[in-house]
């Protein structure tokens, strides 16, 4: 059972404002360091729930809106720069998380449900850290990401989305939808989703047994988190390479959509407009 607990997290003094005026840079890479130790302290408490005592909280976000509004010598404000770091940290957080999810399981007895129940919790815990994230962005989330957004550039997404949104590319859909030459083993690039529609087709899989009632609920749960991060069954693979490159998992989307029993306790597979737009 998880524990609801607050990270004693131990904050280093931050750059003054004088300092961030004369060299926002510096700022930007003692704001990058703490969010780093925030995610490995995340990573490295797998049991809790880890949140930010008062104190550090304020010297974070202190130091993130003194330097969203201090413009550099060129007379610009470090938004991009500022977001761009956080993309990458979480970006790496994910990508670390998928491949951990995936060789955990690798001596499970059902790996396909183990990889489901780990996907699950660990879902779960990154809307915790999304949040936790983004209250720390809330000045620039206001300002300058608004600003960007209402200016229609692209890319640009409110703190907690941009979390959902690097979430889906790097740990549920992964390197198999990503166009790229995967770089790990042929057993850990396949999605995240492709295990989860194969366990709902698996042949003789019957939800009134015990195994699966279980991997029902688990299914019910991870379907859920893609309806949140916008994914569509039925429509995400169906582009002509795929339906040329990966058969088996086309026909299985397809049985999918077409309505199996096990829907009934997996109600959202059809379509569906999710968190992130």
Not at 60 to 69: D, K
Not at 96 to 110: F, H, K, P, W
Request: proline share 4%; charged share 30%.
């Amino acid at each position: 059972m998880t524990n609801h607990a607050r990270l004693v997290f131990t904050v280093p003094k931050p750059p003054s404002k004088q300092s961030t005026r004369d060299n926002p840079d510096e700022t930007i890479a003692w704001i990058n360091k703490r969010l780093r130790e925030l995610v490995t302290a995340f990573e490295q408490n797998p049991n809790t729930d880890p949140d930010l005592d008062l104190s550090a909280y304020m010297v974070i976000y202190s130091t993130i809106h003194e330097c969203t509004v201090t413009k550099d010598h060129n007379g610009e404000l470090p938004g991009k720069k500022l977001y761009d770091g956080l993309a990458d940290i979480i970006r790496s957080h994910c990508k670390g998380l998928r491949t951990e999810i995936l060789q955990s399981c690798s001596e499970a007895a059902d790996k396909d449900l183990a990889i489901m129940e780990r996907y699950v919790r660990e879902w779960k815990r990154h809307c915790k850290l999304a949040k936790l994230i983004a209250h720390n962005y809330r000045y620039m989330d206001r300002h300058w990401v608004q600003h960007e957004r209402s200016n229609n550039v692209p890319g640009v997404y409110p703190i907690e989305e941009l979390h959902y949104v690097i979430w889906r590319e790097e740990v549920a859909i992964g390197s198999s939808r990503s166009g790229q030459k995967s770089t790990i083993a042929d057993d850990e690039s396949e999605s995240i989703l492709d295990i989860a529609v194969r366990l709902c087709t698996r042949e003789g899989f019957n939800p009134e047994e015990e195994l699966g009632q279980q991997a029902s609920d688990l299914l019910r749960e991870a379907f859920r988190s893609f309806e949140e991060i916008g994914i569509k069954i039925g429509t995400w693979h169906a582009t002509a390479e795929d339906r040329m490159l990966r058969p088996e998992i086309v026909a299985q989307h397809e049985t999918l959509r077409s309505g199996l029993k096990v829907t009934v306790r997996v109600p959202l597979v059809e379509t569906w407009s999710g968190r992130v737009r």
